[in-house]
């Protein structure tokens, strides 16, 4: 605007003016959302550090008194938030791996040539529909019940009739559970990535002598890495907050097993009602995932195209 | 001239066998929905035997059951919660949306990462506050409180998956719009709004998924009159034993909606799901 300035004050005034109107008829139709987004998420965030550094428990009318770093402290010395950050990440690694393997393996099966693709992809995606809670509680009360279960029934020829796998394996079931709702959630997107490809390029290189092997690891892998990438990242970001499968299959148990850090917080959020405490889990658990989601979602930027047109 | 002979022998044959693989495939993920479709029909005796009962009468009794029983409201519950949460992250998303995309703001980078860090964000982060807000306010067990949570959920989402709907318009669309003196609203009920009919498909099916199937802040922020329909399933972990079928029935009436709506929309699933990255 400066080097306009000497031309004729009234003349800037209004290209001042109009490009300022202009400027906030531009930012009005996002402000609604902006607002309601702030007021929603970052002033109760505020609040949340806010009461970190108090003891407060809300069982205890009057208990309301400023702690310092005591909570924080805590955390330090009890062992339940290390076990809850490494039961995060067993799981998420876990359930993250296996999804992304057997999500490529699926959707290689129905990109090739079989009878009923549309039919299987249907079926296949009923998994992540089905709503988290009933989907647990058909596993675990119908389907790994030790009494009258359907899989200790046909495992009785192999000696494992009587095996109660929610208690005697727990991670191993919330992590099967969690695979079974991922897996067509990968697939869905590798399979976008493989309808992509162009048939004639795989038929070129089989001609020129590539086997279905060499022409998946040199054509097609490269090719959907993108799409694997995409599917990680988003899946790690909701499993991250795994809590409806642990609260049907397990409860954080037996003792502190399956307890990850959004269950870890219900714990002590909603059953001890330790407000402070609570609040310091949060404001731990945000920083650890800022940490990794920044990395994330650098990556994330560079797979969606975020640049705006002019 | 031989492989000409073999070629098309050879190629139905691995499309029988992978397609064996492939439908075996299914079939193990397929299982325990299918299987809670079965238990569902059954009697209770007929659910809790050992071995399992393959063959029956199928009988909707346990469906009428559930359905006469204390089930509906929580149906309703989440009916209201979803829809109500979803229209309003069209109404706030739609035209941050068009802000982001058509008329580019100073910073949209900045903005769309603000907003997608809020949805992945922790709820340990606002958990907290919110819940002495809603007690203070007295908006615990209150379904609006719900729905209002749900939109912030979501939101960040919509305004990212319409966004990637609304750069597909041609921009000169919009020029050719504001020359023959078209106003802003008339430019986004004429033009915009049914362009990205798809676009609010995608976006109402993804906000219906999340927030009819949402558990935690259900179970925290409610308890008898706002209850949702998860809600109303966990109440079989303490009386189980003998409610096999009766639990099927019930986890099938809830899961159906977003079944429904997920097999039909199965084009909008995928783009909404990685917000707008895949088409």
Redesign the interface.
């Known amino acids: 605007m400066s080097s306009i300035a000497g031309s004729g004050g009234a003349r800037v005034k209004t290209a001042a003016s109009v490009a300022r109107r202009d400027g906030w008829l531009r930012r009005l139709p996002l402000l609604p959302a902006f607002v309601y987004v702030v007021i929603v998420t970052q002033i109760p965030f505020a609040l949340t550090i806010y009461y970190s550094f108090f003891s407060w428990n809300l069982l205890k009318p009057g208990s309301f008194k400023f702690a310092g770093l005591d909570n924080y402290a805590n955390l330090v010395t009890d062992e339940s938030i290390r076990t809850a950050v490494w039961n995060t990440v067993v799981l998420t690694v876990s359930v993250i791996g296996i999804s992304v393997v057997l999500g490529l393996a699926v959707a290689t099966l129905l990109n090739s040539e079989v009878f009923g693709k549309g039919l299987m992809r249907t079926l296949m995606i009923a998994p992540f529909l089905i709503m988290p809670i009933a989907g647990a509680l058909i596993w675990k009360d119908t389907l790994l019940n030790p009494l009258f279960g359907l899989l200790p029934y046909f495992l009785k020829p192999f000696g494992l009739s009587r095996v109660d796998w929610v208690n005697q394996f727990p991670m191993v079931t919330v992590v099967t559970v969690e695979v079974w709702r991922w897996t067509p959630f990968m697939m869905l997107i590798i399979l976008a990535g493989l309808q992509s490809q162009n048939p004639e390029v795989l038929e070129a290189a089989r001609v020129d002598g590539a086997n279905s092997f060499q022409a998946f690891r040199r054509i097609t892998l490269p090719l959907v890495r993108p799409f694997l990438e995409l599917g990680a990242l988003l899946g790690s970001l909701f499993v991250v907050q795994t809590f409806d499968s642990i609260y049907m299959l397990t409860f954080g148990g037996p003792g502190q097993d399956t307890t990850n850090v959004p269950f870890l917080l219900y714990l002590v959020a909603f059953q001890g009602f330790s407000i402070g405490q609570a609040s310091a889990i949060g404001v731990v658990a945000v920083v650890l995932t800022t940490i990794v989601a920044t990395i994330g979602l650098r990556t994330l930027f560079s797979i969606f195209q975020v640049e705006p047109r002019r | 001239m031989s492989a000409k002979v073999v070629a098309p022998r050879h190629?139905p044959t691995?499309?029988?066998l992978?397609?064996v693989?492939?439908?075996l495939?299914?079939f193990v993920?397929?299982f325990?929905?299918l299987?809670?479709w079965l238990?569902a029909l059954k009697t209770e005796p007929q659910?809790?035997?050992?071995?399992?009962t393959i063959l029956f009468v199928p009988t909707l009794a346990e469906f009428q059951t559930v359905l006469s029983g204390d089930f509906p409201p929580f149906f309703i519950n989440s009916a209201i919660a979803s829809l109500m949460s979803t229209f309003l992250v069209l109404v706030?998303?739609l035209?941050?949306a068009?802000?982001?995309?058509i008329?580019?703001?100073?910073r949209?980078?900045d903005?769309?990462?603000?907003?997608?860090?809020?949805r992945?964000?922790?709820?340990?982060?606002?958990?907290?506050?919110?819940?002495?807000?809603a007690r203070d306010l007295q908006l615990l067990d209150n379904i609006f409180a719900l729905a209002?949570?749900y939109?912030?959920i979501n939101?960040?989402l919509g305004?990212w998956l319409l966004r990637s709907f609304l750069?597909e318009i041609p921009?000169e669309l919009f020029e050719a719009a504001r020359i023959d003196g078209a106003g802003?609203r008339h430019e986004i009920l004429r033009i915009v709004v049914p362009l990205i009919a798809p676009g609010i498909a995608a976006t109402s099916l993804i906000c219906l998924?999340f927030s009819?199937?949402e558990?935690?802040y259900a179970?925290?922020f409610t308890s008898s009159v706002a209850a949702t329909?998860?809600i109303f399933?966990?109440g079989?972990?303490s009386g189980?034993s003998l409610f096999?079928a009766k639990?099927?029935a019930a986890?099938?009436l809830?899961?159906l909606p977003?079944?429904m709506a997920?097999?039909i929309a199965?084009k909008q699933?995928?783009r909404g799901?990685?917000?707008?990255?895949?088409?």
């Open positions: 190629f691995s499309k029988v992978w397609s693989v492939g439908w495939v299914v993920f397929f325990p929905v299987w809670m238990e659910a809790a035997s050992s071995p399992p706030l998303g035209p941050a068009y802000a982001l995309a008329r580019p703001v100073k949209t980078r903005v769309l990462f603000f907003f997608i860090s809020t992945f964000l922790p709820f340990a982060a606002s958990l907290v506050p919110l819940y002495l807000l209002l949570i939109t912030t939101l960040p305004v750069l921009p802003f998924i009819w199937n558990f935690f179970v925290n329909a998860p399933l966990v079989f972990i189980r096999y639990l099927a986890a099938t809830a899961s977003v079944l997920g097999w199965q699933l995928i799901l990685t917000m707008g990255a895949v088409k």
